[in-house]
């Protein structure tokens, strides 16, 4: 069986700590572990391939969190860190330059394997606790893919959630697929016991799914079917074309498959399953103090409860307050009244007016590393650069500005013009604009250095990459 | 007339804002001005001479703000930016190594003037906004001063405030003196009119206190006399020593003088009077935005109101929160429910155990300028330095930090061991720890640097002071 993986999905519900460039299924929620490494994890034990689609944008996200997680790093490379653990075969990665919604993405995806190969679609940015329950729930669904139907997933509803769709059932038959209800109609679908909430994972035959696209969604298949005899395979990755991927008309497997064949069912199921789709839900999710405050080693409480608080960087006091939600993150300051958290929407809408606070944190996340805005000023910035180890940044030159570089830990290799050199930690240079430069750290240590770029102008579009491992423009 | 400005106070009610090193009455707690400030500024128009009573260590912050604020410029220099404008002589500073509360103090100031002085001394962190009544009622004030008495001035009570002592009147007579009431007694106090609350604020001949401290508190007033002839002149400045301070009991002016005194008189003053003594009160007295929100330009606001949101560094975001204080610094965040912000002081007991948090923010000033505090962390540690036109930090040196400095505006003179050289915007330099080094900026602009310290050890404590124009330690 292959799980293929689904990571679209921009997470702004959960903004500030989710954004465009480092959504939700990416951030580490929970302790150590990404949504989408938990979901990795979690059907490696019962798939034996997976396949993950993905951004361009977020495929490194994707490969880095895969290689720093010791059950899983393996599955990408045969790290001398990681020893090999599980029988899982190394993961293969489709990559979309643009989103089409879930039904071009699967299909992409079950053009890639063989017509009979079993699949398990699932999102990146959902938890299951109940695993036991959840492989059982998979051993009914791959029995009934293995007999030509399309399988969904219905999760047995424990309140009215206006927020999801609802399947109505008899026994593995679904009657019918109902659209967000209002609160009304979610209680009365709750009392029912025989409706269930739309999950987003699917189980069936690669090749089934593709003959009822056909059938019911003929011009997805066809330009998918395009984009995909197109694609540029290399190593275990498949890229599909641009304007390949602009020609597929958007549309969720829903709409375009489910809501419309005949051969679909559902397997009720009651794992325990959480969509994580707002603070709400995140503060259910997340481990409790003595007063349900979500525990928090910054936090100093006086007289409160029942509160999400999170952000690990400053000190956060809390006086007489009462459920809250507070998300603390560098640039940005998120206050809202528990039950109200689906309008940090909003918030995002207006943000998003002035600034580039729903798209970047002050920490961006790069192929070769990721750097930190310590302070951006007039006439200069100050970032901190992490390069990992074999790593290296473009051969790239600036316009207007200088650059500083002072080497805090490990070791730094510098290409300054025709020079070569070695940079130890204390050790600094400097790098004129105009001067074609590099950075590349070629220990088996992580590199820190502090940048301190001065001139008129230091955004991050001043920059002319001459040569760059990860084909950036 | 003199005004004696007390300048004590830690102000901790206002944590994170105000700290032990940055107290409330120097914090710009109203657009561009600080409480400090507005008070020399509103009695430099009734009085020719300013007292200031201060730390040893904000000394300097009450010299910079004087020396910045266009309207009391010529008070301390004849600065060329701002020509002379009020009448009002240079102020004579009295600078206490420790705090042993308000008897000492104004015994000490009153020591300083001749017998007949009529002295009005204010607390420097108090707000009045009528101005034209504050006239007034000084001038009654100065002629019972006149007349021999120690006059104390009534505030008027809007409310029953569970936080201050009561004076309670018969005309300008005092009848007694209450000590801070339940809640019960303060509504009767309201109710009754001739109760007001003690303000903290006095008027008498500097001769005649001193006579009355004489009788009613020897000790104070021997301790005291021994402190003052000991003093260390300098300029317009007196330094009392460390020892003598030492052995003065502590104690407040109203224990030690008023409320023993039969001399003591009351002037009823309804001058629109707040001790900005708490969030609650700061909110009050702050502009508001339409939906009863403090102004502030970072906020992003979804149907919340009635909030003090304090923080003008990063995004605030609010959904549908009411009736709260939100405080953000660089370091630590404030929720509390308002009309609990008396619990704040709880906040700062707890975060003293095990942080500095109470005592430093990330920006802290010295008598050259200010550093801020980018990234601390192990091995290194990233700083902002501005130097003001003129000035030079101390000749120093580090034992286990190597410093490496970057202008990036304005122009550096720097010493290192035996050299001394210029540095323009753009350039760097290199400190090797054991070097004896220093930085001046000796134009007429500021002078900021980034400074990235390298070493195992990076606490503020490792410097080595050979020369300091300020003469520290």
Chains 1, 2 share one sequence.
Not at 122 to 135: A, C, M, N, R, V
Not at 294 to 317: E, Q
Not at 318 to 324: N, Q
Request: proline share 4%; with cysteine.
């Amino acid at each position: 069986m292959t799980n293929i993986v689904l990571c679209g999905g921009s997470g702004t519900r959960l903004w500030p700590i989710s954004r465009t460039l480092m959504p939700k299924q990416f951030v580490r929620l929970f302790g150590d572990k990404s949504l989408f490494e938990l979901t990795v994890e979690r059907n490696s034990q019962i798939c034996d391939k997976s396949l993950i689609v993905s951004n361009t944008e977020q495929y490194f996200l994707a490969v880095d969190q895969l290689e720093n997680n010791p059950k899983l790093a393996n599955t990408v490379s045969q790290s001398e860190k990681f020893p090999r653990k599980s029988n899982m075969q190394n993961p293969t990665f489709l990559l979309e330059p643009i989103g089409r919604n879930t039904a071009p993405a699967i299909a992409l995806a079950c053009m890639s394997l063989p017509k009979d190969e079993i699949v398990l679609v699932t999102p990146s940015d959902h938890l299951i606790k109940d695993e036991l329950e959840y492989k059982k729930v998979l051993n009914t669904a791959k029995e009934l893919a293995q007999a030509g139907n399309l399988v969904t997933f219905g999760i047995t509803p424990t309140y009215a959630e206006i927020g999801y769709g609802y399947i109505e059932a008899d026994g593995y038959d679904v009657m019918a697929f109902h659209e967000k209800p209002d609160l009304q109609t979610a209680q009365k679908y709750v009392e029912a016991t025989n409706y269930y909430w739309n999950s987003g994972m699917f189980c069936f035959q690669a090749g089934v799914f593709l003959e009822e696209l056909q059938i019911h969604s003929p011009k997805i298949y066809k330009a998918s079917k395009t984009a995909w005899d197109n694609n540029i395979a290399l190593n275990s990755t498949y890229k599909i074309e641009h304007s390949c991927m602009e020609a597929i008309p958007d549309d969720s497997v829903d709409c375009a498959v489910m809501e419309r064949s005949d051969k679909v069912k559902v397997v009720p199921s009651n794992i325990s399953w959480s969509d994580v789709g707002s603070f709400d839900a995140l503060y259910d999710e997340l481990p409790k103090d003595r007063y349900n405050n979500t525990a928090n080693k910054n936090l100093v409480s006086i007289d409160s409860k029942n509160n999400l608080i999170y952000g690990d960087h400053r000190c956060i006091a809390t006086v007489d307050i009462e459920d809250l939600i507070v998300v603390d993150s560098g640039d940005a300051l998120l206050i809202s009244k528990k039950g109200s958290s689906q309008k940090v929407k909003q918030i995002v809408n207006e943000v998003k007016k002035t600034t580039q606070l729903h798209n970047i944190h002050l920490t961006g996340y790069r192929p070769w590393g990721s750097y930190t805005v310590l302070e951006d000023a007039d006439g200069y910035k100050i970032k901190r650069i992490e390069v990992k180890p074999g790593k290296r940044l473009s051969l790239q030159r600036h316009k207007h500005r200088n650059e500083h570089w002072i080497v805090v830990a490990g070791t730094a290799t510098v290409t300054v013009g025709e020079d070569t050199f070695e940079l130890e930690q204390n050790q600094s240079t400097y790098i004129k604009a105009g001067d074609i430069h590099r950075l590349l750290n070629k220990t088996k240590e992580n590199l820190v250095i502090i940048e301190a770029q001065v001139g008129s102008y230091t955004g991050e579009d001043d920059i002319e990459r001459l040569e760059d491992d990860y084909a950036r423009g």
